[in-house]
């Protein structure tokens, strides 16, 4: 399969606008699931765990199918680098959705996160495979610092979910305050690690279509972490008043 850049461009500026419209379109009320959940009667639900394993899929399986029917030899540089996607992709498709605890899942926005996952994968995955060009600077420092970005942030991410997960006991459906690790500075630290997790994948790369999810990841994730702090301080009274929403001492 030959590179097919103007199609992956497109692509790319495409999922930067989704991004941006998803942040306009969400300004006032967030997308229904989890905590920010509007219930309706004629709402078809998803188990939690069920939703995210066949959402996240598609990121992990597309890549993987694109390299297995291509019959070229790769460089070290993009099997590293399509490892590292592949392997986020693993731990939310095959871990985190076990572990997750939470309500049931709208169908619809289960299946918007399928397409979204979807493209994303062909999208990642096309261009480490036939178009990006890493034999040349895989030594350079912009791949050095990005992979330790991005496995930071993954770091952060995991471990915020873990603390997360275990403030409550099995059965119990209440929200408390957590506390530790980036808590202490932060109301969504799980979000802030997967925003700068991904912002080095697009270092590492550097291309369009890895820095296009960085920036469609921000405007997703970014704009819920303003309304989990929001839903935070509203609920509990003693809310940390130095505790930002989703940047350490900034934002």
């Known amino acids: 399969m030959h590179c097919n850049e103007d199609f992956l461009n497109y692509l790319s500026v495409g999922m930067i606008l989704v991004g941006l419209w998803h942040l306009y379109h969400h300004r006032k009320t967030q997308t229904s699931y989890g905590r920010h959940m509007v219930h309706d009667r004629n709402t078809r ?39 590292t996607f592949c392997l986020h992709y693993f731990h939310r498709t095959f871990i985190y959705s076990l572990l997750i ?7 619809s926005v289960m299946l918007a996160a399928v397409i979204v ?9 096309h261009y480490l495979l036939h178009c990006a ?9 912009r791949l050095k610092i990005g992979l330790l970005q991005f496995y930071t942030g993954m770091a952060i991410n995991i471990y915020s979910d873990y603390r997360l997960r275990n403030l409550r006991k099995k059965g119990e459906l209440i929200y408390k305050v957590p506390t530790g690790g980036l808590f202490e500075y932060i109301s969504a630290p799980n979000y802030f690690g997967e ?28 704009a819920r972490a303003i309304y989990h702090h929001r839903f935070y301080k509203e609920k509990f009274k003693d809310y940390p008043k130095s505790r930002k929403a989703v940047i350490p001492f900034l934002l």
């Open 117 to 125: 996952c979807s493209v994303n994968g062909f999208l990642q995955g």
């Open 45 to 83: 639900l998803v188990p939690a765990r069920l939703a995210w394993f066949l959402q996240e899929l598609p990121a992990f399986l597309v890549p993987l199918l694109l390299m297995l029917t291509s019959h070229k030899p790769y460089s070290v540089g993009k099997m590293l680098l399509l490892g």
């Open 195 to 222: 925003i700068f997790e991904w912002f080095g994948y697009a270092m590492a790369t550097w291309g369009l279509p890895s820095l296009s999810f960085a920036v469609f990841t921000m405007c997703f994730i970014g």
């Open 101 to 107: 605890r939470g309500n049931p899942y709208p169908l």
């Open 133 to 141: 060009r890493l034999d040349e600077w895989k030594t350079d420092c």
